[in-house]
Protein backbone atom coordinates (compact mmCIF):
# COMPACT_ATOMS: atom_id res chain seq x y z
CA UNK A 1 0.00 0.00 0.00
CA UNK A 2 1.36 3.11 -0.85
CA UNK A 3 1.99 6.14 1.97
CA UNK A 4 -0.69 8.77 2.83
CA UNK A 5 1.58 11.67 1.70
CA UNK A 6 2.28 9.42 -2.03
CA UNK A 7 -1.83 8.74 -2.06
CA UNK A 8 -2.56 12.79 -2.03
CA UNK A 9 0.36 12.79 -4.53
CA UNK A 10 -1.16 10.62 -6.93
CA UNK A 11 -4.82 11.76 -6.70
CA UNK A 12 -3.43 15.08 -7.68
CA UNK A 13 -1.14 14.08 -10.54
CA UNK A 14 0.39 17.32 -11.72
CA UNK A 15 -1.63 19.46 -13.89
CA UNK A 16 0.80 20.04 -16.20
CA UNK A 17 1.77 16.43 -17.18
CA UNK A 18 -2.13 16.27 -18.06
CA UNK A 19 -2.25 18.95 -20.40
CA UNK A 20 0.68 16.74 -22.32
CA UNK A 21 -1.26 13.82 -22.39
CA UNK A 22 -3.98 15.98 -23.66
CA UNK A 23 -1.90 17.74 -26.72
CA UNK A 24 -1.32 14.13 -27.69
CA UNK A 25 -4.78 13.45 -27.54
CA UNK A 26 -5.78 16.49 -29.93
CA UNK A 27 -2.97 15.58 -32.15
CA UNK A 28 -3.85 12.33 -33.23
CA UNK A 29 -7.27 13.73 -33.87
CA UNK A 30 -6.63 17.10 -35.30
CA UNK A 31 -3.17 16.12 -36.66
CA UNK A 32 0.37 17.79 -35.57
CA UNK A 33 0.03 21.40 -37.87
CA UNK A 34 -3.29 22.29 -36.04
CA UNK A 35 -2.96 22.07 -32.21
CA UNK A 36 -1.15 24.77 -30.23
CA UNK A 37 0.33 23.30 -27.86
CA UNK A 38 1.45 25.81 -25.21
CA UNK A 39 1.79 23.73 -21.86
CA UNK A 40 5.57 22.54 -21.34
CA UNK A 41 8.45 24.42 -20.06
CA UNK A 42 11.02 22.34 -22.39
CA UNK A 43 13.07 24.01 -24.10
CA UNK A 44 12.70 23.99 -28.06
CA UNK A 45 16.23 25.65 -28.98
CA UNK A 46 19.41 23.15 -29.26
CA UNK A 47 21.75 22.82 -27.12
CA UNK A 48 25.23 24.32 -28.26
CA UNK A 49 27.00 22.05 -30.79
CA UNK A 50 30.19 22.42 -28.48
CA UNK A 51 27.67 19.67 -26.14
CA UNK A 52 27.87 16.69 -28.20
CA UNK A 53 31.54 17.82 -29.49
CA UNK A 54 32.46 17.64 -26.02
CA UNK A 55 30.77 14.36 -25.42
CA UNK A 56 32.59 12.82 -28.23
CA UNK A 57 35.96 14.26 -27.36
CA UNK A 58 35.71 13.19 -23.42
CA UNK A 59 34.23 9.80 -24.12
CA UNK A 60 37.36 9.64 -26.46
CA UNK A 61 40.02 10.59 -24.54
CA UNK A 62 38.97 9.89 -21.11
CA UNK A 63 39.66 6.43 -18.85
CA UNK A 64 36.25 5.09 -18.80
CA UNK A 65 37.00 3.59 -15.40
CA UNK A 66 37.78 7.36 -14.25
CA UNK A 67 34.90 8.40 -16.54
CA UNK A 68 31.49 6.77 -15.07
CA UNK A 69 33.08 6.14 -12.18
CA UNK A 70 31.94 7.45 -8.63
CA UNK A 71 33.35 10.61 -7.59
CA UNK A 72 33.42 13.24 -4.14
CA UNK A 73 29.59 13.51 -3.59
CA UNK A 74 30.07 17.16 -4.63
CA UNK A 75 31.73 16.69 -7.49
CA UNK A 76 34.75 16.94 -9.47
CA UNK A 77 37.42 19.32 -7.98
CA UNK A 78 38.31 20.35 -11.10
CA UNK A 79 34.94 20.97 -12.68
CA UNK A 80 33.76 23.02 -9.29
CA UNK A 81 36.83 25.34 -9.79
CA UNK A 82 36.46 25.74 -13.23
CA UNK A 83 32.56 26.64 -12.65
CA UNK A 84 33.66 28.77 -9.68
CA UNK A 85 35.73 30.98 -12.09
CA UNK A 86 33.37 31.24 -14.35
CA UNK A 87 31.04 32.67 -11.19
CA UNK A 88 33.77 35.26 -10.42
CA UNK A 89 34.55 36.44 -13.66
CA UNK A 90 31.10 37.21 -14.58
CA UNK A 91 29.90 38.81 -11.23
CA UNK A 92 33.03 40.05 -9.35
CA UNK A 93 32.93 37.61 -6.18
CA UNK A 94 35.40 35.39 -4.99
CA UNK A 95 33.73 31.71 -5.00
CA UNK A 96 36.57 28.53 -5.11
CA UNK A 97 35.23 25.26 -6.00
CA UNK A 98 34.70 24.63 -2.36
CA UNK A 99 31.73 26.63 -2.73
CA UNK A 100 30.16 25.08 -5.18
CA UNK A 101 28.05 21.83 -5.40
CA UNK A 102 27.39 19.96 -7.96
CA UNK A 103 23.39 18.61 -8.15
CA UNK A 104 21.29 16.67 -10.63
CA UNK A 105 19.37 19.80 -11.40
CA UNK A 106 17.88 22.82 -9.63
CA UNK A 107 15.46 20.07 -8.48
CA UNK A 108 18.07 18.42 -6.64
CA UNK A 109 19.36 21.61 -5.84
CA UNK A 110 16.58 22.66 -3.88
CA UNK A 111 15.95 19.48 -2.23
CA UNK A 112 19.25 19.13 -0.81
CA UNK A 113 18.92 22.62 0.00
CA UNK A 114 15.49 22.40 2.10
CA UNK A 115 17.02 18.90 3.57
CA UNK A 116 20.23 20.40 4.84
CA UNK A 117 17.79 23.97 6.56
CA UNK A 118 14.54 22.36 7.63
CA UNK A 119 13.10 20.86 10.88
CA UNK A 120 9.54 19.77 11.00
CA UNK A 121 7.02 22.79 10.66
CA UNK A 122 9.85 24.96 9.67
CA UNK A 123 8.23 27.68 7.48
CA UNK A 124 9.36 28.10 3.86
CA UNK A 125 7.89 31.65 2.66
CA UNK A 126 6.99 31.40 -1.37
CA UNK A 127 6.02 34.09 -3.43
CA UNK A 128 2.80 33.45 -5.92
CA UNK A 129 3.03 32.77 -8.83
CA UNK A 130 5.48 30.38 -7.79
CA UNK A 131 6.25 26.56 -9.62
CA UNK A 132 3.90 24.33 -8.17
CA UNK A 133 7.41 21.66 -7.46
CA UNK A 134 8.22 24.08 -4.44
CA UNK A 135 5.12 22.85 -2.37
CA UNK A 136 6.42 19.05 -3.11
CA UNK A 137 10.58 19.71 -2.34
CA UNK A 138 9.44 21.74 1.00
CA UNK A 139 7.06 18.92 2.31
CA UNK A 140 9.44 16.44 1.69
CA UNK A 141 11.44 17.53 4.46
CA UNK A 142 7.96 18.41 6.68
CA UNK A 143 8.25 22.01 6.14
CA UNK A 144 5.46 24.03 5.67
CA UNK A 145 5.12 25.93 2.38
CA UNK A 146 3.62 30.26 3.61
CA UNK A 147 2.77 31.96 0.65
CA UNK A 148 2.75 35.49 -0.17
CA UNK A 149 1.29 37.12 -3.73
CA UNK A 150 3.21 39.01 -5.92
CA UNK A 151 1.83 42.70 -7.03
CA UNK A 152 -0.45 42.18 -9.76
CA UNK A 153 0.14 45.20 -11.74
CA UNK A 154 3.87 44.18 -11.82
CA UNK A 155 4.28 40.41 -10.69
CA UNK A 156 7.03 42.43 -8.29
CA UNK A 157 6.66 40.69 -4.32
CA UNK A 158 5.16 42.39 -2.07
CA UNK A 159 7.27 43.68 -0.10
CA UNK A 160 5.36 44.93 3.08
CA UNK A 161 3.57 41.43 2.76
CA UNK A 162 6.94 39.66 2.88
CA UNK A 163 7.69 41.60 6.24
CA UNK A 164 4.45 41.02 8.09
CA UNK A 165 4.65 36.96 6.80
CA UNK A 166 8.44 36.43 8.64
CA UNK A 167 8.11 34.89 12.15
CA UNK A 168 9.94 33.01 14.33
CA UNK A 169 9.68 29.60 12.35
CA UNK A 170 10.27 31.58 9.44
CA UNK A 171 13.54 29.37 7.77
CA UNK A 172 13.84 30.16 4.81
CA UNK A 173 12.33 32.31 1.53
CA UNK A 174 12.55 31.17 -2.02
CA UNK A 175 12.58 33.37 -4.86
CA UNK A 176 12.70 33.13 -8.17
CA UNK A 177 14.05 35.07 -10.97
CA UNK A 178 13.82 35.24 -13.93
CA UNK A 179 10.77 33.83 -13.34
CA UNK A 180 8.45 31.13 -13.95
CA UNK A 181 5.38 31.62 -14.82
CA UNK A 182 5.54 34.96 -14.96
CA UNK A 183 8.36 36.13 -16.44
CA UNK A 184 9.34 39.54 -14.58
CA UNK A 185 13.35 39.65 -13.34
CA UNK A 186 13.87 41.45 -10.00
CA UNK A 187 16.02 44.31 -10.16
CA UNK A 188 18.37 45.47 -7.77
CA UNK A 189 16.36 47.56 -5.90
CA UNK A 190 13.88 44.85 -4.77
CA UNK A 191 16.73 42.56 -3.98
CA UNK A 192 18.01 44.86 -1.81
CA UNK A 193 14.63 45.66 -0.32
CA UNK A 194 14.19 42.09 0.26
CA UNK A 195 18.05 41.80 2.12
CA UNK A 196 17.08 44.57 4.37
CA UNK A 197 13.65 43.39 5.27
CA UNK A 198 15.43 39.94 5.83
CA UNK A 199 18.39 40.94 7.55
CA UNK A 200 16.14 42.83 10.06
CA UNK A 201 14.10 39.75 10.93
CA UNK A 202 16.83 37.87 11.53
CA UNK A 203 18.35 40.39 14.13
CA UNK A 204 14.89 39.87 15.40
CA UNK A 205 14.15 36.50 15.95
CA UNK A 206 18.15 35.72 16.53
CA UNK A 207 18.72 32.83 13.67
CA UNK A 208 19.75 32.64 10.15
CA UNK A 209 16.49 33.25 7.47
CA UNK A 210 18.09 31.48 4.03
CA UNK A 211 17.29 33.25 0.70
CA UNK A 212 16.84 30.59 -1.56
CA UNK A 213 17.47 31.29 -4.90
CA UNK A 214 16.20 29.13 -7.83
CA UNK A 215 17.57 30.38 -10.63
CA UNK A 216 17.30 27.85 -13.90
CA UNK A 217 16.40 30.96 -16.26
CA UNK A 218 19.47 33.47 -15.35
CA UNK A 219 20.82 33.44 -18.88
CA UNK A 220 17.49 33.75 -20.56
CA UNK A 221 17.01 37.63 -20.01
CA UNK A 222 16.45 39.32 -22.61
CA UNK A 223 17.34 43.12 -24.01
CA UNK A 224 20.77 42.54 -21.66
CA UNK A 225 18.55 43.20 -18.23
CA UNK A 226 20.74 42.44 -15.73
CA UNK A 227 19.79 39.48 -13.05
CA UNK A 228 21.52 40.59 -9.84
CA UNK A 229 23.82 37.87 -8.15
CA UNK A 230 22.41 37.90 -5.12
CA UNK A 231 24.98 37.24 -2.77
CA UNK A 232 26.69 39.84 -2.97
CA UNK A 233 23.33 41.06 -1.46
CA UNK A 234 22.57 38.86 1.09
CA UNK A 235 24.86 36.54 2.50
CA UNK A 236 22.80 33.85 3.83
CA UNK A 237 21.71 33.10 0.52
CA UNK A 238 21.87 29.75 -1.66
CA UNK A 239 21.92 29.98 -5.37
CA UNK A 240 20.55 26.87 -7.00
CA UNK A 241 21.21 26.67 -10.67
CA UNK A 242 20.65 24.59 -13.52
CA UNK A 243 21.96 23.71 -17.28
CA UNK A 244 18.43 22.68 -18.38
CA UNK A 245 17.61 26.07 -20.14
CA UNK A 246 20.46 27.39 -20.51
CA UNK A 247 22.14 24.72 -22.35
CA UNK A 248 18.86 23.01 -23.24
CA UNK A 249 19.90 20.00 -21.41
CA UNK A 250 16.93 19.25 -19.07
CA UNK A 251 16.77 15.45 -19.68
CA UNK A 252 20.60 15.35 -18.47
CA UNK A 253 19.62 16.86 -15.27
CA UNK A 254 22.70 18.96 -14.20
CA UNK A 255 23.49 22.18 -12.00
CA UNK A 256 25.09 23.04 -9.41
CA UNK A 257 24.10 24.96 -5.76
CA UNK A 258 26.73 27.69 -4.67
CA UNK A 259 26.69 28.33 -0.63
CA UNK A 260 29.10 31.60 -0.45
CA UNK A 261 31.73 31.50 2.55
CA UNK A 262 30.20 34.52 4.19
CA UNK A 263 27.03 32.21 4.81
CA UNK A 264 26.97 31.69 8.95
CA UNK A 265 28.59 28.14 9.30
CA UNK A 266 29.71 27.93 5.99
CA UNK A 267 31.83 24.91 5.62
CA UNK A 268 29.32 22.84 8.38
CA UNK A 269 26.57 23.79 5.77
CA UNK A 270 28.35 22.90 3.02
CA UNK A 271 29.40 19.55 4.59
CA UNK A 272 25.38 18.86 5.07
CA UNK A 273 24.08 20.06 1.57
CA UNK A 274 27.26 17.73 0.37
CA UNK A 275 25.55 14.72 2.38
CA UNK A 276 22.31 15.73 1.43
CA UNK A 277 22.85 15.18 -2.09
CA UNK A 278 24.32 11.50 -0.84
CA UNK A 279 21.55 10.63 1.44
CA UNK A 280 18.65 11.64 -0.50
CA UNK A 281 19.97 9.44 -3.56
CA UNK A 282 21.62 11.53 -5.94
CA UNK A 283 24.99 10.04 -4.43
CA UNK A 284 26.91 12.48 -7.09
CA UNK A 285 25.69 14.47 -10.48
CA UNK A 286 25.78 12.66 -13.56
CA UNK A 287 29.52 12.46 -14.14
CA UNK A 288 29.92 12.57 -17.87
CA UNK A 289 28.07 15.98 -17.69
CA UNK A 290 30.07 17.19 -15.12
CA UNK A 291 32.87 17.31 -17.46
CA UNK A 292 31.16 18.54 -20.66
CA UNK A 293 29.95 21.50 -18.50
CA UNK A 294 33.17 22.08 -17.34
CA UNK A 295 34.02 22.55 -21.30
CA UNK A 296 30.56 24.28 -22.30
CA UNK A 297 30.80 27.51 -19.72
CA UNK A 298 31.54 29.68 -22.43
CA UNK A 299 28.27 28.48 -24.32
CA UNK A 300 24.74 30.07 -24.61
CA UNK A 301 21.88 28.94 -26.68
CA UNK A 302 20.14 31.06 -29.09
CA UNK A 303 18.69 33.30 -26.59
CA UNK A 304 17.35 35.39 -29.55
CA UNK A 305 15.02 32.66 -30.80
CA UNK A 306 13.36 32.88 -27.37
CA UNK A 307 13.59 36.45 -27.46
CA UNK A 308 11.75 36.69 -31.31
CA UNK A 309 9.11 33.88 -29.80
CA UNK A 310 8.10 36.04 -27.02
CA UNK A 311 7.90 39.35 -29.17
CA UNK A 312 5.26 37.42 -31.80
CA UNK A 313 3.29 35.94 -28.77
CA UNK A 314 2.99 38.90 -26.67
CA UNK A 315 1.38 40.74 -30.00
CA UNK A 316 -0.69 38.12 -30.82
CA UNK A 317 -2.28 37.52 -27.08
CA UNK A 318 -2.64 41.04 -26.85
CA UNK A 319 -3.76 41.79 -29.90
CA UNK A 320 -6.13 39.25 -29.29
CA UNK A 321 -7.73 41.51 -26.41
CA UNK A 322 -6.43 39.63 -23.71
CA UNK A 323 -3.80 41.53 -20.89
CA UNK A 324 -0.38 40.40 -20.03
CA UNK A 325 3.21 42.03 -18.61
CA UNK A 326 5.60 41.70 -21.42
CA UNK A 327 8.25 39.31 -19.62
CA UNK A 328 11.56 40.24 -19.24
CA UNK A 329 13.05 36.45 -19.48
CA UNK A 330 12.43 33.06 -18.80
CA UNK A 331 9.67 31.63 -21.78
CA UNK A 332 6.44 31.88 -20.07
CA UNK A 333 3.82 34.61 -20.49
CA UNK A 334 0.92 34.86 -17.84
CA UNK A 335 -2.28 35.82 -19.34
CA UNK A 336 -5.39 36.91 -17.52
CA UNK A 337 -8.00 34.87 -17.69
CA UNK A 338 -10.90 37.10 -19.12
CA UNK A 339 -13.19 35.25 -16.60
CA UNK A 340 -12.66 34.10 -13.39
CA UNK A 341 -12.20 30.81 -13.57
CA UNK A 342 -8.84 30.24 -15.38
CA UNK A 343 -9.21 26.12 -15.12
CA UNK A 344 -13.07 26.87 -17.34
CA UNK A 345 -10.70 29.87 -19.89
CA UNK A 346 -8.01 26.65 -20.29
CA UNK A 347 -10.92 24.28 -21.14
CA UNK A 348 -12.77 26.84 -23.28
CA UNK A 349 -9.05 27.34 -24.98
CA UNK A 350 -8.90 23.76 -26.17
CA UNK A 351 -12.22 24.07 -28.76
CA UNK A 352 -9.29 26.19 -30.42
CA UNK A 353 -6.59 23.26 -30.02
CA UNK A 354 -4.90 25.91 -27.56
CA UNK A 355 -3.59 24.78 -24.49
CA UNK A 356 -2.28 26.73 -21.67
CA UNK A 357 -1.84 25.69 -18.30
CA UNK A 358 -4.06 27.15 -15.20
CA UNK A 359 -2.45 29.45 -13.38
CA UNK A 360 -3.96 28.06 -10.17
CA UNK A 361 -1.30 25.19 -10.21
CA UNK A 362 1.05 28.15 -9.32
CA UNK A 363 -0.89 29.48 -6.12
CA UNK A 364 -2.81 32.59 -8.62
CA UNK A 365 -5.54 31.83 -9.50
CA UNK A 366 -7.07 34.03 -12.43
CA UNK A 367 -4.19 33.48 -14.63
CA UNK A 368 -3.30 31.27 -17.47
CA UNK A 369 0.76 30.51 -18.05
CA UNK A 370 1.34 30.00 -22.12
CA UNK A 371 4.83 28.61 -22.63
CA UNK A 372 6.72 29.91 -25.92
CA UNK A 373 9.67 27.33 -25.78
CA UNK A 374 7.47 26.20 -29.21
CA UNK A 375 8.71 26.73 -32.80
CA UNK A 376 7.72 30.35 -33.99
CA UNK A 377 6.12 28.29 -36.90
CA UNK A 378 3.62 26.93 -34.51
CA UNK A 379 2.79 30.43 -32.46
CA UNK A 380 2.15 32.11 -36.29
CA UNK A 381 -0.15 29.24 -37.03
CA UNK A 382 -1.81 29.75 -33.40
CA UNK A 383 -2.61 33.62 -34.29
CA UNK A 384 -6.39 33.05 -36.06
CA UNK A 385 -6.96 30.23 -32.87
CA UNK A 386 -5.96 33.30 -30.17
CA UNK A 387 -8.48 35.61 -32.47
CA UNK A 388 -11.02 33.82 -32.08
CA UNK A 389 -10.75 32.78 -28.53
CA UNK A 390 -10.40 36.49 -27.97
CA UNK A 391 -13.62 37.05 -29.99
CA UNK A 392 -15.62 34.57 -27.75
CA UNK A 393 -14.82 36.61 -24.35
CA UNK A 394 -13.34 39.99 -25.08
CA UNK A 395 -15.47 41.58 -28.24
CA UNK A 396 -18.89 39.75 -26.85
C1 LIG B 1 11.27 27.59 -11.48
C2 LIG B 1 11.86 26.25 -11.71
N1 LIG B 1 12.67 25.74 -10.78
C3 LIG B 1 13.23 24.53 -10.92
C4 LIG B 1 12.99 23.77 -12.05
C5 LIG B 1 13.64 22.42 -12.16
O1 LIG B 1 14.68 22.48 -13.10
P1 LIG B 1 15.73 21.33 -13.33
O2 LIG B 1 15.45 20.73 -14.65
O3 LIG B 1 17.05 22.03 -13.32
O4 LIG B 1 15.63 20.37 -12.22
C6 LIG B 1 12.14 24.25 -13.04
C7 LIG B 1 11.83 23.43 -14.23
O5 LIG B 1 11.09 23.76 -15.09
C8 LIG B 1 11.57 25.52 -12.88
O6 LIG B 1 10.74 26.06 -13.79
Redesign the pocket.
Known sequence: MISNKMQKLVKNNSVIREMFEEGKKLRKIYGDENVYDFSL?NPSVPAPKKVNESIIKIVENTDSCFLHGYMSNSGYEDVREKIANSINKKFSTNFSYLNIIMT???????NIVLKSILNPEDEVITIAP??S?YNNYIENYDGIVKTIKSNESDFMPNLEELEKSINSKTKAVLI?TP??PTGVIYPLDIIEKIAEIMNKKEKEYNHEIYLIS?E??RELAYENIEVPYITKYYKNTFI?Y????SLSL?GE?I?YVVVPSEMVNSSEMIDAITIANRIIGCVNAPSLMQRVIAECLDEKVDIEAYEKNRNLLYEIVTSSGFECVKPQG?FYLFVKSPIEDDKEFCRIAKKYNLLFVSASSFAYPGYVRIAYCVSHDMIERSREAFKKLGKEFINN
Open positions: GVGAASGLYFENNNDPYVSYSKPRGA
